[in-house]
């Protein structure tokens, strides 16, 4: 069970990245901070992923992996927020 678990983080992680290294592709062209935010917010969800992936005790609710997880969402919702704005 354990394999498994690590296994689907990993899968997580890939998909994470993949879709960061979209959105920075988009930056890159419009240097829309819309783009950046939800790109470094992808980044992070990955880099939590993997990290979660590594521990020794892989827990969705420990407190350092929860934060992660929500500075990421706080991102995304700041790159909302700003493009509604505009």
């Known amino acids: 069970m354990q394999v498994l678990n ?3 983080l990993g899968a997580i992680a890939m998909a994470s990245l993949v879709a960061g290294m979209f959105f920075l592709r988009f ?4 240097h829309d ?4 935010l939800f790109a470094a917010s992808f980044f992070l969800e990955a ?3 993997v990290a979660l992936a ?3 005790n892989p827990s969705d609710g420990a407190p350092i992996f929860y934060g ?5 969402f706080a991102l995304i919702l700041v790159a ?4 509604n704005r505009s």
């Open 80 to 83: 909302i927020a700003q493009k």
């Open 6 to 8: 690590v296994m689907l």
């Open 33 to 36: 901070p819309f783009f950046l």
């Open 68 to 72: 992660i997880r929500f500075v990421a």
């Open 47 to 49: 880099a939590n992923r």
């Open 27 to 30: 930056w890159r062209r419009s």
């Open 54 to 56: 590594l521990s020794s």
